[in-house]
């Protein structure tokens, strides 16, 4: 039996059944994808610049949590400077062939674990964004929302002249999948409250240590109950978030096909497995709808 190494456990462990993308195409042409959930993950995404979380390229940092950011002034000034930098470099990602092609095949639904709101601007129609997005703000006293430009040009004229003041040259900076900047010093960086209410300001998405919203899981859950097959696309499951779908449908008899270029958490319970970009695979399997 193969084997891979798997880096999030340290050790080896039999691989997924593994076959051509031609008979997985043709396996999902059979299902239908009016019957068909994906998954999507931050290798959705790599085509388009924005780099994953666990991939040989990602970065190897501290993410804010819930509790450091609601923790005090100076983890809030911290995430906030971070996040000004590194927001152009999301702004400016466009979708790609992936994200396209998923627009491209109507299926029954997608679930994204991705912040960046690309699978909506390429057209992909009813999609559970599991972790918010990140191009709107929410104030955690009234509640009321905001675009995340509207912050970003209020944070550009709190802090004019920034980054000379700490000689940074932003096309330096490595940027996270949830724009997240590489930057360490942050001292200084005045913040933005809510304009109606006085409240802290937060991206409308979910931090490390803090839960999904239970109506959003829900959701996706019933997705994933009407569907004969869930599609894991560019994401390693390394969070229960989405591994707790793949379970579902396993569970429920569904088809369950892996598409990623490295060992995921869902491995043992996918029927068939591809190794492929991302891109490549979805490219083919838009391409063999089509035909049909």
Same mark, same amino acid.
């Not at 080896?12 to 042409?29: G, Q, Y």
């Not at 009016?34 to 040989?56: C, E, K, Q, W």
């Not at 995430?79 to 979708?95: D, K, L, M």
């Not at 109506?215 to 097959?229: F, K």
């Given at each position: 039996? =193969?084997?891979?190494?798997?880096?999030?456990?340290?050790?080896?462990?039999?691989?997924?059944?593994?076959?051509?993308?031609?008979?997985?195409?043709?396996?999902?042409?059979?299902?239908?994808? =009016?019957?068909?959930?994906?998954? =999507?993950?931050?290798?959705?995404?790599?085509?388009?610049?924005?780099?994953?979380?666990?991939?040989?390229?990602?970065?190897?940092?501290?993410?804010?949590?819930?509790?450091?950011?609601?923790? #005090?002034?100076?983890?809030?000034?911290?995430?906030?400077?971070?996040?000004?930098? #590194?927001?152009?470099?999301?702004?400016?990602?466009?979708?790609?062939?992936?994200?396209?092609?998923?627009?491209?095949? #109507?299926?029954?639904?997608?679930?994204?674990?991705?912040?960046?709101?690309?699978?909506?601007?390429?057209?992909?129609?009813?999609?559970?964004?599991?972790?918010?997005?990140?191009?709107?703000?929410?104030?955690?006293?009234?509640?009321?929302?905001?675009?995340?430009?509207?912050?970003?040009?209020?944070?550009?004229?709190?802090?004019?002249?920034?980054?000379?003041?700490?000689?940074?040259?932003?096309?330096?900076?490595?940027?996270?999948?949830?724009?997240?900047?590489?930057?360490?010093?942050?001292?200084?960086?005045?913040?933005?409250?809510?304009?109606?209410?006085?409240?802290?300001?937060?991206?409308?998405?979910?931090?490390?240590?803090?839960?999904?919203?239970?109506?959003?899981?829900?959701?996706?859950?019933?997705?994933?109950?009407?569907?004969?097959?869930?599609?894991?696309? #560019?994401?390693?499951?390394?969070?229960?978030?989405?591994?707790?779908?793949?379970?579902?449908?396993?569970?429920?008899?569904?088809?369950?096909?892996?598409?990623?270029?490295?060992?995921?958490?869902?491995?043992?319970? =996918?029927?068939?497995?591809?190794?492929?970009?991302?891109?490549?695979?979805?490219?083919?399997?838009?391409?063999?709808?089509?035909?049909?």
């Amino acid at each position: 039996m =193969a084997v891979i190494r798997d880096p999030l456990r340290g050790r080896e462990r039999p691989a997924a059944p593994s076959h051509t993308d031609a008979e997985i195409i043709d396996r999902l042409l059979t299902v239908g994808a =009016a019957r068909t959930v994906v998954l =999507a993950g931050a290798g959705m995404s790599t085509d388009s610049g924005i780099p994953d979380y666990r991939g040989p390229d990602a970065l190897t940092r501290s993410p804010m949590t819930y509790q450091k950011f609601l923790a #005090g002034p100076l983890e809030r000034s911290r995430y906030w400077a971070r996040s000004w930098v #590194g927001w152009e470099r999301i702004v400016w990602a466009e979708p790609n062939a992936a994200h396209r092609s998923l627009a491209a095949l #109507g299926l029954l639904g997608t679930i994204t674990q991705n912040v960046d709101g690309l699978d909506r601007s390429a057209g992909v129609q009813n999609v559970v964004e599991l972790h918010g997005r990140l191009d709107r703000i929410v104030c955690l006293s009234c509640r009321r929302t905001n675009s995340r430009q509207w912050m970003q040009d209020e944070l550009t004229r709190l802090n004019p002249g920034f980054l000379d003041r700490i000689d940074v040259d932003p096309r330096d900076i490595e940027v996270a999948p949830d724009g997240d900047a590489e930057l360490e010093q942050t001292r200084g960086f005045r913040v933005r409250d809510c304009p109606v209410c006085g409240g802290l300001l937060k991206p409308d998405l979910v931090f490390f240590g803090e839960t999904v919203d239970r109506g959003v899981v829900d959701n996706a859950l019933g997705m994933v109950e009407q569907a004969d097959a869930l599609v894991v696309l #560019g994401s390693s499951l390394a969070v229960m978030s989405g591994l707790r779908f793949v379970r579902a449908a396993a569970k429920r008899g569904a088809l369950v096909v892996i598409d990623t270029d490295g060992p995921t958490r869902g491995d043992e319970l =996918a029927d068939m497995r591809s190794l492929s970009r991302t891109a490549d695979f979805l490219t083919a399997w838009s391409s063999a709808a089509g035909r049909g």
